[in-house]
């Protein structure tokens, strides 16, 4: 009898989970849709087929000890998710109440970079750290927080959204509905926004005036500042001092020990994190100086969706 | 024999004390002053000499269970006093192990704002409260965080400085050498400062041109408030709106329950609560709308210094 904890992550279209042992090894790995259930109840349903034919085919015995979700607009305290506006069930669910009828084990959730943060607790760089910040980069920003060596979840559940923390009054229009939001400028979106505002201002010998704003991401972004162009290294720098600006206040608040970036933006490397740790230095207040490590998170490359999720549980137990 | 906890405040030109009891009763209260000492050593021979004597006009025989202290640049981790500028002080003192010296009892040291945080929860409005924001208003914005029910003092023990946070780039100078920090705009010199624009701008109808900037104190803003005075008006709602505006960044992190305003502006009641109250629900991101209450602290009008210090100790025993 082997002991796992079944780590899920549900996205707007898909859903990832993986039986996850002690060590943060990953079995069984697999996907469920998410997008085609109008009822939460259906997804449900299929979820835990496709959970129990996993199951059936890991090695040897299983003993599940828990279950971690990792959702966006999921309640940690309450266990449900709630008006989520990338999934289609509406109004508040209680979500783990439903998964706890089908797994008589603990069942805890919370949104994904929630998740990421513990899963950097307990399998990354944050290991005996007992304050730290992730910040998960791809087409939001999010952000979990980690204090005195717990999860930041506040009154309500819903701490750690430094993704709607204000860049500018009056700034760019979010997705959540106010405007200025560090998201609207520090994620792949954001970065695409920054270069066709420099793109508008002096496009010369930029290679990025080819591409529509459909067409661009932040892939090709890294790739022509590879080869220097000029436009997409000042889009990084920019992007980087506006990070840096806000990641400021964020130690002010907390006084982490390291912050690590994690996701799809974080994958350009140095050219997102030399600038973010450079402004960095220059905007913080100065007890705080040469201080704060701005790394890189360990569980990149790894899936760290259903790590993150499953130290929900873990991180009690292990 | 009755328990107390020694309570201590200090602040550059006086140090403040008390012995507290289990139920927040402060007995024996003194002060003694800080800046006629060079030397650290001769400071606390003093203070200790002015703490026996009032200890021994108690009434009944005392137990110390404990010292806290709040000063500047107060190391928690280290129960140090590590360079603090308005003390004459310099460099790293191990204040808390000096102190242990003459009591041999737990000692702790936290800044003043940190202290009064945990006041709040010992003995003010944040009692059975787990998630919190203390803000006092003073010479500068001081301020203590609480999360999952303990104060939040970072990988260095210097959490908790939304002061400095930054509302404008190249904004105001700032006493920490940084430009645009919080408590330029929000506090007892940053209203005033707020007021010299307002006049420069259009100063017909306003009294307030009747003092030069180093006659102008917060307390005169409050009174032309009160007679309607439209630049001391402007001026409260530009701070409650600065505060806000910032303060919805702390939500964003910490997801509070409630945030209490303490110090001089805070007196200022309505005229700095409301426009604060108003303009957070306005910034706020929508998750956390209406969820935040923004009330006065308890501890106004108590002797919130030694009350706060001494629940350093109270917290864990009361």
């Given at each position: ?9 549900i996205?707007?279209?898909?859903t990832k989970f993986?039986f ?6 990953i ?5 469920s849709?998410t997008?085609p ?5 259906d997804?449900?349903?299929n979820?835990v ?9 890991l ?11 990792g ?13 989520a ?11 783990a109440?439903?998964?706890n009828?089908?797994?008589d ?17 307990v399998?990354?760089?944050g290991?005996g750290?007992?304050?730290?910040i ?6 939001g ?5 980690i204090?005195n060596g ?5 009154h ?23 405007h ?14 920054t ?11 930029s290679e ?6 459909d067409?661009?991401?932040?892939e ?9 162009d000029?436009?997409a290294l ?5 992007t980087g ?11 002010a608040?907390t ?10 933006l974080?994958?350009?490397g ?9 402004y960095?230095?220059?905007y ?8 704060v ?15 993150g ?6 991180k009690?137990?292990?």
């Open positions: 009898m082997k002991d796992y904890v079944i780590g899920i992550d996205g707007g279209t898909f993986g996850v042992d002690r060590e943060g090894n079995y069984g790995e697999g996907s849709p997008d259930y109008d009822k939460v109840e997804y449900i349903e979820l087929k496709e959970l129990k034919k996993a199951e059936e085919e090695e040897g015995p299983a003993k599940i000890l828990g279950v971690g979700i959702a966006p607009n999921a309640n940690f305290h309450k266990g449900t998710i709630e008006n506006t990338n999934l289609k069930w509406k109004g508040v669910i209680p979500f109440e439903m998964m009828k089908h797994y084990v603990p069942v805890r959730i919370t949104n994904d970079a929630n998740a990421a943060a513990l899963g950097e607790k399998y990354g760089g290991q750290m007992d304050n730290f992730m910040i998960t980069l791809g087409t920003l999010g952000s979990g927080i204090v717990d999860l930041v979840y506040g309500d559940g819903f701490a750690g959204e430094l993704g709607h923390t204000n860049v500018e009054e009056n700034g760019r229009k979010c997705g959540c509905g106010n200025g939001c560090l998201e609207t400028y520090v994620s792949a979106p954001g970065i695409k926004r270069v066709f505002e420099l793109l508008a201002h002096d496009s010369r010998g990025l005036v080819n591409y529509t704003f067409e661009l991401d932040s090709m972004i890294y790739n022509a500042a590879q080869k220097e000029p436009v000042k889009a990084f720098d920019i001092k506006i990070l840096a600006r806000k990641l400021a206040d964020s130690v608040h006084s982490p020990k390291a912050i690590f970036l994690f996701g799809g974080a994958k350009a140095d050219y997102i994190l030399k600038p973010t740790k450079q960095l230095e220059e913080v207040m100065g007890i705080f100086r040469d201080k490590d701005i790394v890189p998170s360990q569980l990149m490359g790894r899936n760290a969706a259903v790590l999720s499953s130290s929900l549980i873990w009690d137990i292990a």
